[in-house]
């Protein structure tokens, strides 16, 4: 039968400029009185608890075959704004992120609005030179002299996976072309921080240990995985030492310093990361301590060839080899993605802003906050410190005055299992209050304890002081 088209559908239609200038100019409205000063605003609440079933008829989620009106489009705007989780309000603690980075900001939207993808030069020619500028710049502060290889990605998770992939191709380069029958069974070491072969906190000796008696046990160790800031403690792994473990057993190294890389920015606390320019790969995110806008994660290599060697599949349709400009720049081919987004542009427009003595202070202020936070934790009654803190996360239990009776608990943390129950009820009191969010959880041994994570430095001893009161005010009977 002959092919009908329609041609009414053939006319196209025209994007309604002034229309949607207006409609940006409204919503960008919004988005300042409600999601920037609103948002940051201390005497607002950090959020509108609802529970889900609240949400969903308070949000009206269905999609229609009709479209609404742009006036009722703004008004749903207003109400995704009003009962999302403030994190960038000063008493947001919950997360290893936080803060609001005004700079950051805007590059997101400049970002969004030219929609740009990463993998090849010819479609982000801006942001792809922007992103080889900022990897440069990081690797500098890890140490390496002659440079590396390294690519923005999607999350800190994807960065470590991306280091597993790395180390494994470079013990076992078959593993590209026949997949994993190509392997031997091989084996990779981290902290108990983060599970699998649990060494505790890199304990050396252990390390050593369990190195050799997977060996002996016809196993092929081919990976160990240091953390510089681990997410419950902030604790980091002494990377010298492992550097010189990995060397004797040719092990590929990796620092997990997604959230204590920032440490590398402070002349005072950099020696945290002490070694790590031994690493062979790094992730770091940007988007936590540094506070650029979510996400914003890198994964550094110090060979410049592995991404490549290990990820590239040569896609016709994208990199083909007779274009004409140097295709070196076309970094697609070396990611396990394909569409990625300029997140690099996040971060180098803050530090364009900023400079780098603006992210040192930065670090420094966020410690020092935190150091206050312990000292205080440690004056105060009812309150006591897990441990000292090795970086920004201040760890600690509450035992409200009706528990302070309670015999001691069995294990070395000293404190009643009833105690267990002290963190979620506060937890849940916060939330409804909207007062403040700070984390909670069980770790190894230990029964479900505060994590505050201190970032801002648009927090101050004023904030601490009040989540310590707020604590015991929720906390009390
Ligand atoms: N990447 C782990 C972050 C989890 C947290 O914010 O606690």
């Known amino acids: 039968s002959p092919v009908v088209i329609d041609d009414v559908l053939l006319n196209g239609t025209t994007l309604d400029i002034p229309a949607a200038e207006e409609f940006i100019h ?7 009185e409600d999601a920037v000063k609103k948002a940051t605003d201390v005497r607002e609440k950090v959020c509108e608890w609802r529970s889900p079933d609240q949400l969903k008829e308070l949000l009206d989620l269905e999609l229609r075959d009709g479209g609404e009106s742009d006036s009722k489009i703004l008004q749903r705007c207003r109400d995704a704004i009003r009962y999302s989780v403030k994190t960038t309000h000063p008493r947001f603690f919950n997360q290893l992120y936080a803060g609001m980075e005004p700079y950051s900001m805007v ?3 400049i970002a969004e609005a030219l929609k740009p993808s990463l993998y090849t030069y010819e479609i982000a020619p801006v942001f792809t030179l922007i992103e080889d500028a900022v990897l440069r710049k990081m690797m500098e502060l890890i140490g390496w002299e002659e440079g590396g290889d390294g690519i923005f990605n999607a999350g800190g998770s994807m960065s470590n996976m991306y280091a597993m992939n790395l180390a494994r191709y470079n013990h076992s380069p078959d593993i590209k072309e026949f997949g994993l029958s190509a392997a031997p069974r091989l084996v990779m070491f981290t902290s108990q921080e983060v599970g699998l072969i649990s060494v505790g906190k890199m304990i050396l000796s252990a390390l050593e240990n369990k190195i050799k008696a997977a060996k002996s046990e016809g196993a092929f160790p081919f990976m160990v995985n240091a953390t510089a800031g681990t997410t419950v403690l902030g604790a ?17 190294l990796h620092v ?22 031994r690493a062979n790969s790094v992730a770091w995110n940007p988007h936590k301590m540094l506070m650029a806008c979510l996400q914003c994660c ?7 060839t592995s991404l490549q060697l290990c990820h590239s599949s040569g896609a016709s349709y994208l990199f083909q080899q007779d274009k004409f400009y140097d295709i070196s720049y076309d970094t697609g081919d070396k990611s396990l993605q394909c569409s990625r987004k300029a997140d690099a542009f996040k971060f180098w427009l803050m530090w364009k802003a900023l400079g780098s003595s603006q992210l040192e202070e930065r670090v420094d202020r966020a410690l020092a906050m935190a150091r206050y936070l312990a000292e205080e934790i440690k004056k105060r009654e009812g309150f006591r410190l897990l441990m000292e803190p090795e970086f920004s996360n201040v760890c600690f239990w509450y035992i ?10 069995p294990d070395h943390c000293n404190v009643s299992s009833v105690i267990l129950q002290v963190a979620p009820v506060i937890k849940e009191r916060m939330m409804k209050t909207g007062s403040m969010m700070v984390g909670y959880q069980p770790h190894g041994d230990k ?3 505060f994590r505050m994570i201190v970032i801002s430095p648009q927090v101050s001893k004023q904030d601490m002081d009040f989540v310590l009161d707020e604590i015991h005010r929720l906390g009390k009977d």
């Open 26 to 32: 409204q919503s960008m409205a919004i988005i300042i």
């Open 236 to 252: 980091f792994d002494p990377i010298e030492e492992i550097a010189d473990i990995c060397e004797k057993h040719n092990l590929w």
């Open 298 to 304: 890198a994964f550094l290599v110090r060979d410049k």
């Open 400 to 409: 409200p005055p009706s528990l302070k009776n309670l015999p001691d608990g």
């Open 256 to 277: 997990d310093a997604c959230w204590g890389g920032a440490a590398l920015m402070s002349k005072k606390h950099k020696h945290l990361l002490k070694g790590i320019h």
């Open 447 to 449: 029964p479900n304890f």
């Open 107 to 109: 590059a997101s939207f």
